[in-house]
């Protein structure tokens, strides 16, 4: 069974520019969440997707960030226009449904810096 | 609200002695209480999970954590470490019939010296 996968791995944007980061859950995984660690920090919620709702968007920074899941199947995040503080580690994760309390599947994450 | 506190940024341990990794949380409820491993460069894995019944919860490579409700710490521990153990721990915590957001904590590198 492929796991969660993400691309791309590391991306390397001028300040302004615009940036889409993309997430292929495990086959049959409802649930598809986005994270992002700043250097050091905590892993910090972004959003959570039902299938292709959005269930809880609480942690989106700003409206500069955009993320949907057309289909209920891949999701992508966009940053426009990125800002320096936006630099980190994005992380994709998936969970079935079928269990309440089922752990998360991440992916290995991709890397934004912003110069 | 939800959180998780790991009050070390940093655990050293020497190969072969027993180590332990500190969490605590808070929650407005019963909790459930997650493990992630996370290698360089690789995405979190699940190493266990507390979500109800015995306490001491066992998990891969031989982790194992203690619930404390009274204390609300949610402890990682090994006996024996290995330097393979080496990587950065995260711990997490959800409320229990809630939305499953699971919140994480800031991580802890361990380093197991040989």
């Known amino acids: 069974e492929a796991g969660v996968t993400q691309f791309p791995s590391h991306s390397v944007i001028e300040k302004g520019q615009t940036v889409t980061l993309r997430c292929d859950p495990i086959?049959?995984?409802?649930?598809l969440y986005w994270y992002r660690r700043v250097m050091g920090k905590e892993i910090k919620f972004l959003l959570h997707?039902?299938?292709?709702?959005?269930?809880?968007e609480s942690g989106m920074p700003n409206n500069r960030f955009l993320a949907e899941r057309t289909g209920g199947t891949y999701s992508t995040l966009k940053v426009q226009p990125a800002e320096l503080e936006d630099s980190g580690v994005y992380f994709c994760?998936?969970?079935?449904?079928?269990?309440?309390?089922?752990?998360?599947?991440f992916g290995e994450g991709s890397r934004l810096t912003v110069l | 609200a939800q959180s998780v506190a790991q009050p070390e940024d940093q655990v050293n341990v020497a190969e072969g002695n027993p180590l332990t990794v500190k969490c605590t949380y808070s929650?407005?409820?019963?909790?459930?209480l997650f493990w992630y491993v996370q290698y360089p460069n690789r995405g979190l894995q699940f190493l266990l999970k507390?979500?109800?019944?015995?306490?001491l919860v066992k998990g891969s490579y031989g982790f194992e954590a203690e619930f404390n409700k009274s204390q609300t710490s949610f402890h990682l521990k090994k006996p024996s470490a290995l330097v393979s153990d080496s990587a950065l721990y995260f711990c997490?915590?959800?409320?229990?019939?809630?939305?499953?957001?699971?919140?994480f904590g800031r991580g802890t590198s361990l380093i197991v010296h040989p």
């Open positions: 994760a998936s969970r079935s449904t079928v269990s309440n309390t089922g752990e998360l599947f």
């Open positions: 086959s049959g995984h409802d649930n």
């Open positions: 997707f039902v299938k292709e709702s959005k269930q809880d």
């Open positions: 929650v407005s409820g019963n909790p459930y």
């Open positions: 507390y979500i109800t019944g015995d306490n």
């Open positions: 997490a915590v959800t409320l229990s019939g809630g939305s499953y957001i699971p919140t």
